[in-house]
């Protein structure tokens, strides 16, 4: 497998000569600085909390529950939301004495606008799907707000993420929403300046609920290029960014800079529809995964910041996690699977059946390299089987244009928080037929009713361990039967400096998003 050069190994490294006052008075604690300058990868394409959940939004809106470093915890609620017995009612109480930016107050009335906007078709919210399963949102006083939910769901806590805006802010359709350049949240920080193309300030609200941060003020500037963030880095340009694992690496320890690694329920893969006549056969899609060295990607793509994976299921789950469902790297046992299915190699040394050559064009986002690396190492490890990869390089357009026909590198863990949200639109039957408004969810078209039922059997249960066999069952019937090649999660690195003089530093498990609003930033507002 071959791992790209890299171009941070011919930066300048300088050399800082700390210089120390004479005389006999001790130094006193230098204060904490109170501005940020941090370096991010892509201009954010929208600030509007009903359109995604997490990243930057969360430093302008908060939720009725957070991300904290040991789960889920209550933020606008006063505590974790808590349902009836049979899981169909949930009820949230909410925090007196909270504010919006704008200066009005928060109630119940801005949590119901916001959760029957995302379920309103005219609004036009990606996240709709999430919330089919919610029949109503209703405020029973100004503090308190009821879920009435169509089937029993025990995931429910996770869904309650959702950044709110002021009331009078919701309506009408996001695309000609003001909340995409203007937010108006209850969270700790406003947006004062956004230079479109290149950076975005942020500055800390003094009337904030729980008290105004000691980080006064964030600058984010957008440098997609990961050799130029790491650069500007090095040149003091800025204070952190996150980077691939192998540019991280190689930064720790220079110019005062330190690596901080969080675990995620991010992970890759790769797509098979079912659409395409070569993947139709479950024994196929097991030699697939059977000829896959995982270990060796995490070992050389992620420079070890990773574990080697078989279902979207990793070990961020705990209880849920099943370590015996997994693929381990035989190809021996693949070459033999695949013969018996009739795949026999061919004079070019590609396998053929009935005249068809085992061949399939692989699509990748280009600007990702470790997409682009791992596409590489599946493609030489599809070779030595007799399979013909063929890379493709798309931008985003072109990959859901092609995504029921043809395999893709793809990314999941959106809200890795419940096994629920890991699981259910990946590989339940419901989604299985392409939808061009949701082309990612079941990207290989996978059906099996087996899986659906201990899905949809887990979404009821209210025992946590029964909940947890459930999903270790199914990740048995996913090495069986699989839908795809999974195959690592990944742990997300980031470079910092001088993070030292604020605490507490919170890691969390994150999600397949990451960026400076996560990694050591992510309870920024909190630090002290």
């Known amino acids: 497998m071959r791992i790209p050069t890299l171009l941070v190994a011919a930066v300048t490294v300088f050399t800082v000569t700390a210089c120390q006052a004479s ?7 230098a204060e904490p600085e109170t501005a940020l300058r941090l370096a991010e990868t892509n201009e954010y394409e929208t600030l509007n909390p009903l359109e995604y959940t997490f990243s930057i939004t ?64 005219a609004t036009a919210s990606p996240l709709r799907g999430n919330y089919e399963l919610v029949n109503s949102v209703r405020a029973s006083d100004s503090s308190t707000v009821v879920f009435d939910l169509a089937t029993p769901y025990a995931g429910f806590p996770v869904l309650l993420t959702l950044g709110i805006p002021a009331a009078e802010t919701v309506g009408g359709s996001i695309l000609d929403s003001p909340l995409a350049r203007e937010p108006v949240g209850t969270g700790p920080y406003t947006l004062t300046n956004w230079q479109q193309g290149t950076s975005m300030t942020l500055t800390a609200r003094d009337d904030y609920w729980a008290g105004k941060p000691l980080i006064e ?105 099943n370590a015996d469902a997994a693929f381990g790297y035989n190809p021996q046992q693949a070459a033999a699977l695949l013969d018996a299915a009739g795949w026999t190699p061919g004079s070019d040394g590609v396998r053929a059946k009935d005249g068809m050559r085992f061949s399939f064009e692989l699509m ?20 030595k089987l007799g399979i013909e990869v063929q890379l493709l390089a798309v931008d ?34 419901s989604f299985a037929d392409f939808d061009p408004n949701d082309p990612y969810s079941n990207a290989s078209q996978y059906r099996n009713p087996a899986v659906d039922a201990l899905l949809d059997q887990a979404r009821a249960e209210a025992d946590p361990d029964a909940r947890a066999a459930d999903y270790q069952q199914l990740q048995m019937l996913l090495v069986v039967d699989p839908p795809s090649v999974t195959l690592f999660a990944l742990d997300h690195t980031y470079v910092a400096r001088n993070l030292d003089q604020y605490s507490p530093i919170e890691h969390v498990v994150e999600p397949h998003e990451h960026g400076i609003a996560w990694g050591p930033w992510w309870n920024v507002a909190s630090w002290r």
């Open 217 to 321: 003020q964030i600058y984010i500037g957008f440098v997609s290029d990961e050799n130029a963030r790491a650069q500007r880095l090095l040149s003091g340009d800025f204070d952190g960014a996150q980077l691939s694992s192998l540019v991280a690496n190689q930064l720790n320890g220079q110019q005062g800079l330190e690596t901080f690694v969080n675990p995620s329920g991010d992970y890759r893969g790769i797509t098979l529809p079912e659409s395409q006549p070569i993947f139709q056969d479950p024994n196929v899609r097991i030699a697939l995964n059977l000829g896959t060295d995982r270990q060796t990607m995490v070992d050389g793509i992620l420079a070890g910041h990773g574990q080697a994976i078989s279902t979207p299921i990793t070990p961020s789950f705990g209880a849920a996690y």
């Open 364 to 383: 990748y986002f280009a600007e990702d390299t470790v997409r682009r690396d791992l596409a590489q190492a599946f493609a030489s490890d599809m070779a």
């Open 58 to 121: 969360s430093k302008f809106y908060d939720s009725l529950v957070a991300v904290g470093a040991d789960g889920l915890e209550p933020e606008l609620a006063t505590e974790m939301p808590v349902s009836n017995a049979d899981l169909t009612e949930w009820t949230v109480h909410l925090r007196d004495g909270v504010t919006f930016s704008d200066g009005s107050a928060f109630d119940s009335d801005d949590v119901v606008a916001a959760y029957q906007a995302v379920l309103d078709p």
């Open 396 to 429: 985003r357009p072109q990959a859901k244009q092609r995504l029921a026909t043809t395999a893709f590198v793809f990314g999941g863990g959106d809200v890795p928080y419940d096994p629920d949200t890991q699981l259910y639109t990946t590989v339940h039957s």
């Open 23 to 29: 005389g006999t008075t001790s130094p006193q604690p």
